[in-house]
């Protein structure tokens, strides 16, 4: 019972992630889930240190546009990337990578490239 509820779990997280990526911006709270960077604590440490992208505010809340998202993550090293944000990049890196990290393989929640 404790697999098929992880499994569960493991589909609701992607399909959250999948939605993330076709808005304008993305809540604070939730960039670490769009960008597969793992726990919350990874992006409030890259915050922490200055390694984040730009945040907007709107009322109360704090969003991340897409675009500079994507951005932030084409600026990083690769080597220093999760499979998963290598494989929004570019297909043909995140294959090379693939032979030297193991990880957990999600579908391109932005679609195939062109």
């Known amino acids: 019972m404790d697999e ?27 960039v670490h889930v769009a960008a597969d960077l793992g726990g919350s604590s990874t992006w409030q440490a890259l915050k922490a240190c200055g390694d984040a992208p730009p945040r907007i505010t709107i009322g109360r809340r704090r969003f991340v546009l897409v675009s500079d998202l ?5 600026g990083r090293p690769k080597t220093q990337m999760t499979p998963a944000e290598v494989e929004l ?8 990578l693939a032979t030297t990290r193991s990880s957990a393989t999600f579908a391109d929640p932005l679609g195939p490239r062109r």
Not at 6 to 24: D, G, H, P, S
Request: net charge negative.
């Open 70 to 74: 994507r951005r932030w993550l084409e």
């Open 4 to 30: 098929e509820r992880e499994l569960r779990l493991q589909i609701m997280r992607q399909e959250l992630r999948v939605l993330l990526w076709q808005r304008v911006a993305i809540p604070d709270a939730l």
């Open 89 to 96: 990049l570019d297909h043909d890196d995140a294959d090379k």
